[in-house]
């Protein structure tokens, strides 16, 4: 099976998850530091991989102000497609991570 993938190398890939996973967070949580709690990493990690993901694509996706993060034309864009490509790849990860992987013995609860 020969399977060819049409990408132009001369614009910009939207291949880094961790950034996209970034991104993902700050939108649903309005914040750097909650989507740093969120994901469980530093408020430096997040703020990195936003701005790597901003200059990758050459584009603004959130205006940041002391208070609060608003995204851009651009973010809200992004926003819908961000989600599921995670979503996405979440099934495949589930789908071959647990593929052939079958529990099996005694499940015991006790209070």
Same mark, same amino acid.
């Given at each position: 099976?020969?399977?060819?993938?049409?990408?132009?190398?001369?614009?910009?890939?939207?291949?880094?998850?961790?950034?996209?996973?970034?991104?993902?967070?700050?939108?649903?949580?309005g914040?750097?530091?909650?989507?740093?709690?969120?994901?469980?990493?530093? *408020?430096?990690?997040?703020?990195?991989?936003?701005?790597?993901? #901003?200059?990758?694509?050459?584009n *603004?996706?959130?205006?940041?102000?002391?208070?609060?993060?608003?995204?851009? #034309?651009?973010?809200?864009?992004? *926003?819908?497609?961000?989600? *599921?490509?995670?979503?996405?790849?979440?099934?495949?990860?589930?789908?071959f991570?647990?593929?052939?992987? #079958?529990?099996?013995?005694?499940?015991?609860?006790?209070?």
């Amino acid at each position: 099976m020969d399977v060819q993938l049409n990408v132009n190398v001369d614009k910009p890939v939207l291949n880094n998850l961790d950034e996209i996973r970034c991104f993902a967070a700050v939108c649903q949580m309005g914040s750097i530091t909650a989507a740093a709690g969120l994901l469980s990493c530093s *408020k430096s990690h997040v703020s990195r991989k936003l701005s790597s993901l #901003e200059s990758r694509i050459n584009n *603004k996706l959130v205006t940041r102000t002391t208070r609060q993060i608003v995204l851009t #034309e651009a973010g809200e864009r992004l *926003k819908s497609s961000a989600v *599921k490509m995670l979503e996405d790849s979440l099934k495949l990860n589930n789908r071959f991570m647990g593929a052939g992987v #079958e529990l099996s013995g005694k499940f015991r609860i006790t209070a």
